[in-house]
Structure formats: structure tokens, C-alpha cells
């Protein structure tokens, strides 16, 4: 297996790939990055699209990198070795696995249409840091939730970190950005009970009322739930803390969250 | 209120506390490093032991940064006034906060005799990722988790990442370091049953077996709990996940844990 090598850092693939880790041209190009053989290979099993790879020498020797590689030359992906400084520019991490690949960011329409009417939904508002945003989809995903949905101040979908800390999930559960309105619409259309999280609610574990078709709206990470979303809320429900405990991490949060959800037999 | 001046890089505070970011210089001192406001008042409100105080004139000339300056002086704690850019060479975020505190780090044996005979702990095998080790600590003070004790291969308790993470949470719960071993027999002293986190393990959700006083055993990131831990297991637990999803984050489990845990009652 003989790859094309790029040398110079002014390769157009290198440069798309480099633009790439701003949300501007993650936009305008219809794109992001995935990094390191593990993403790639959910990747590859999720069949997203995807427009090219760039692999070290290396990594394109080592077993899992090599079959990367294989699987994508055979869809005709365009693969090219390159040197460990050059991929490292384009790396969000401190040590770069030397696999990196670049794919189609899903159509919103096209996720908009996968999700389900029933179960559980959950909506971040201005959730901003990445790594949050994707340790939630991660959890989500797992406890079964059938879409995330992000209003305007959360952290872009396809920033490396929230691709990285979202572990394949997000090629799996459809995750779209949205206006607070549509979300809304969306909800009400569907008929979804709205639950929001708020540190001052009525105990989650207490409340026996929650039923699917539910909503969970999970808050900014400093100031919780905006007043448009508390004004929809059927319940405002939190957890329980100890004395002197004073919140927790919105990731750790959610993760409660959706498995009380579970646990009651709110998912599809 | 006129504070002494450090301009020197070579400054002895300052070189002390530039050595606190590493963890020998940590274990030699017995001290470890407090950044920002908010973690500032919460280890005055916990009445932790300091050592000093490091600000910037615009902090100390901020409400919240001139309280606590105020009630450090009162404790008669040594405060300096230093520039940004010195102290931006101790701060591990990116924007520092203009505000350190260097605190005693607690005493294993004084910590062990607060470790509670009933209810349940946390032990944490091989956590590797400051981060997480900082938010499981969080969550599991929240939650009402007794302790939590961390084996040898476990992130430094004091390292500045799990210090910003727990959130003040390390400053109120007996949290410390400990061979497998002195875990171990501890824990049959207290005549606790043990359940180590596993995804092969029975569904937490369907187990009715859990009883205080109980010892969870978290394992680390990439591979679980060691042989060691599943040996003493009572029971093997894990969380049900939709088909397809891999595994959660390690922070994220240990809060759907340690909430079931509270649910079912078997807190203090």
C-alpha cells in the first residue's frame, strides 16, 4: 500500500484541514476533523462520508492504522502520508496519534428527520464549554436518548473537543443545532412534556410524575436554564445535594439525568 | 490595605509555588496551590491551613479578591501583591484569575480518622485523568459519598487540574491516597460490602442487593477495575447502555453511581 506524501505545509489538503479547526470554515466547508485511530474506526463503522485522510508513516504501519487506511482507500477516500509536524498542526491534542481524518458535517435536515417522536429528547442551552457538550452527547447516547439538540450559545458540534469527548456518538445519535424557537416548535408539534434542570427544582427522585414524550432541558454551566426555557417548563426538577455541596459538574448532571430517565422507562 | 510587593521571578514565594506544580515538590512541601476566586473562598469557608497568598493589584482591588484578601490577613497569612505575568508562570489555566493560595496539604492520618464507618465510599482504581478525579470527587461529596480514597496508579490528589475540578468539594470530604492494601483492610474492618463498577457486570439498575455499609471500586479509564478489585467484588455492577454505545466517561458513570447509590439510601 503505497500512499501520495504530502510534504509542504502549503498542501491544499493540509490547509483545508488546518482551516478546519475553526468553526468558520468548518461551516463554510461543510466539514470537521476526527483525530486518532479510535474515532476512526467508529467513523468508518457509522459510514460517514468522508473526504480524505491524513496518516503518519507510522500510523499507517501500525496494524489498526493500517486497516483504517485499507477500509478507506476501498470507499476511494483519498489517503496521504505525511510528516508527524505537519499533522501535529492540525492536532487538537497534545499528543497526536497521526491519524486524522476529514469528514461531511450531517446535513441538519437530515438529522432533523431521524428524530424519533416518542421517548426522550434532551436540549442544551448555552452549554459552552466542548468537552461538556461532548461528554453529554456520550452519556446520552448510551442511556438512550433519541437526539441532542443545541441552542445558539452552546459550543459548536464539530469543535475537536466536543468530536473527541463525545467517543462516536456523535456518528451515531442525530445532534443538531437549532433556534430556541424551532426547538420549541419541534417540541410542542410532538407533544413533549418539557422537563428543566434547576438546582432550586423539586427533587428528580422524589417526582413521579415524569412521562415520555419528554423534553430534559439542561442549563449553561454557571447560570443554568435561560428564562425562555424555565417559562416552558412543566417541571423544573434537580438533584439532591448534600449539605454544603454546591452543584455539580453539568456533564455528571446530565449523565443522572438521563439514566433516572432510563431507569423509569422513558426511552423508546 | 497595603501589600507587600514581589517583582522577582526569583522571589522565594513565588519559586515555592511555581514548585507546587509538580507533584514532588507537592509531597516534599505538604502544600499544594488554590487558584481563583471562587476556590479561594471556598478553602477560607472550609478553614483550610494556609500558607500565602499571591494577587494581582487589579484582584486584590476587586470586591471578591479584596475579601479575601481581608480575611487571609486576619488569619495573619502572609499576602503579596505581584504582576500577571509572574504569576501567570504558576497558573495552570490559561487566563489566571490573579489569585493563589498555597495550602497545607491535609494529613493522611488526621483525613483517615474522618472516614466514616457506615454509608458509602468511593475508591478509585488507577484514575489516571486529573480531571476526572476531580469531578468523581465532586460528585461524589454532592451525592453524600462518605470518602473517597485513591490507590497508587490514581491522579495526584493535589494536582491543580483535580483541585479545580472537585470544586471545593476536597477541601469538606476525607479524600486520600492509599495502597490496595491498607484499602482493603479497611474496608473489612468496616465489614463493607464491595461493588466494583464492571460493563460485563449485572445491571446497577435491576440489582437489589446493594446494601450500606458499602465501597464502590471505580477502575480506570481505558480498562476497569483490576484483578485485584473484581477479586474482593461482592458484586459486579454495570450501567446499561443502548446497543451500539461503547462506555461512558469514567466521571459521568461514577455520578449515575453514586446517585442510584443516594436513591436507594444508602448514604450517612
Redesign the interface.
Known amino acids: 500500500m503505497i500512499l501520495k506524501r504530502i510534504t509542504s505545509k502549503d498542501n491544499a489538503y493540509l490547509k483545508l484541514a488546518r482551516s478546519l479547526l475553526q468553526k468558520k470554515y468548518r461551516q463554510q466547508h461543510g466539514a470537521f476533523i476526527i483525530e486518532g485511530i479510535r474515532l476512526a474506526e467508529e467513523a468508518i463503522a457509522a459510514v460517514l462520508p468522508l473526504r480524505f485522510v491524513l496518516v503518519t508513516e507510522a500510523a499507517a504501519l501500525s496494524p489498526r492504522g493500517r486497516q483504517v487506511v485499507a477500509a478507506c482507500l476501498e470507499r476511494g477516500v483519498p489517503c496521504f502520508e505525511t510528516e508527524e509536524p505537519l499533522l501535529a498542526q492540525i492536532s487538537d491534542t497534545q499528543h497526536s496519534q497521526g491519524l486524522l481524518l476529514a469528514a461531511d458535517c450531517p446535513l441538519p435536515l437530515a438529522q432533523r428527520e431521524r428524530i424519533p417522536a416518542d421517548g426522550c429528547l434532551l436540549i442544551l442551552d448555552r452549554l459552552a464549554d466542548p468537552g461538556n457538550v461532548g ?1 453529554v452527547i ?2 446520552a ?4 436518548i433519541g437526539a441532542v439538540l443545541l441552542n445558539a450559545g452552546c459550543a459548536d458540534i464539530y469543535n475537536p473537543k466536543t468530536v473527541r ?1 463525545a ?3 456523535l456518528f ?1 445519535l442525530p445532534v443538531l443545532s437549532l433556534a430556541d424557537e424551532q426547538i420549541l416548535s419541534l417540541l410542542r408539534q410532538q407533544r413533549r412534556r418539557i422537563a428543566v434542570s434547576a438546582a432550586e427544582g423539586e427533587d428528580l ?1 422524589q417526582c413521579q410524575c415524569l412521562r415520555a414524550p419528554l423534553a430534559w432541558v439542561l442549563g449553561a454551566e454557571a447560570t443554568g436554564a435561560s428564562d425562555f426555557w424555565r417559562r416552558q417548563a412543566d417541571w423544573l426538577l434537580g ?4 449539605v ?6 453539568v ?6 439525568i438521563v ?2 430517565s ?2 423509569r422507562g422513558l426511552m423508546v
Not at 141 to 144: E, K, Q
Not at 244 to 249: F, K, V
Open positions: 461528554s456520550r452519556s447516547y448510551a442511556a438512550g469527548s467517543m462516536g456518538a451515531k427522585f438533584l439532591p445535594m448534600t454544603g455541596a454546591e452543584s455539580l459538574n456533564a455528571a448532571a446530565a449523565a443522572v439514566y433516572e432510563r431507569r
